[in-house]
Every structure is written in structure tokens, then in C-alpha cells.
Nanobody, 117 residues
Framework: QVQLVESGGGLVQPGGSLRLSCAAS????????MGWYRQAPGKERESVAT???????NYADSVKGRFTISRHNANNTVYLQMNSLKPEDTAVYYC???????????WGQGTQVTVSS
């Protein structure tokens, strides 16, 4: 079993920045894909950004050029740097880790991000 603990959320003004962290309770080396998802009130959970074990990032169109995902195997942490935040970025952000064999899929408890003036 792996615990994923997110931190770094909060209230920020439009145009501001936040950095989310996802700390895993064990090595993330074996996770094929790690990523960040978000869920706004009344909406379905959506993918924001993912990163492969090789460091390749993939982003939702809505965050391209503003968000950067990075993976640091040495400290078992995945980060999401969020710049130029918009009110529509307001959501609970969840960390996810997937190992394809044997199949394992883990979620964190989420961290709230609110973008408002």
C-alpha cells in the first residue's frame, strides 16, 4: 500500500502562482505514470498533467504553457508548478500514481486550490 499526500494548495489571486507537492510513502520509481487531476464543484474529475517514468509530461489544453509537472524519484515527490492562475482553475487537486504490472492505482486525499480576487 502507498500513501500519497498532497500539499501546497490555498487561496491565490488571479495571475498568481502555486506549487503543489505530492509526497509518496515509498519509492515512486516503479510507477509508470504519475499525475495531477482536479475536480471542480459539480464537474467530473479531469486530468491536468501526467508524467511518465521517463519524465515525459502531458498536459490538458487548458493548462498548457501555464502548468509544469515534474517528478523527483530521489525524494519520492511529484510537483505541479501552476502559474498565471485563473478562476477556472479552482478545484480540488488530486495526485495519482499508476503501476501497470502488477496493476496498482493510488490516489491522494486532495488539496483545495481557490483562485479568486
Amino acid at each position: 500500500q502507498v500513501q500519497l499526500v498532497e500539499s501546497g494548495g490555498g487561496l491565490v489571486q488571479p495571475g498568481g502562482s502555486l506549487r503543489l507537492s505530492c509526497a509518496a510513502s515509498r519509492s515512486i520509481f516503479r510507477f509508470n505514470v504519475m499525475g495531477w487531476y482536479r475536480q471542480a464543484p459539480g464537474k467530473e474529475r479531469e486530468s491536468v498533467a501526467t508524467v511518465t517514468s521517463g519524465g515525459r509530461g502531458n498536459y490538458a489544453d487548458s493548462v498548457k504553457g501555464r502548468f509544469t509537472i515534474s517528478r523527483h524519484n530521489a525524494n519520492n515527490t511529484v510537483y505541479l508548478q501552476m502559474n498565471s492562475l485563473k478562476p477556472e482553475d479552482t478545484a480540488v487537486y488530486y495526485c495519482n500514481a499508476i503501476q501497470t504490472y502488477p496493476r496498482q492505482n493510488y490516489w491522494g486525499q486532495g488539496t483545495q486550490v481557490t483562485v479568486s480576487s
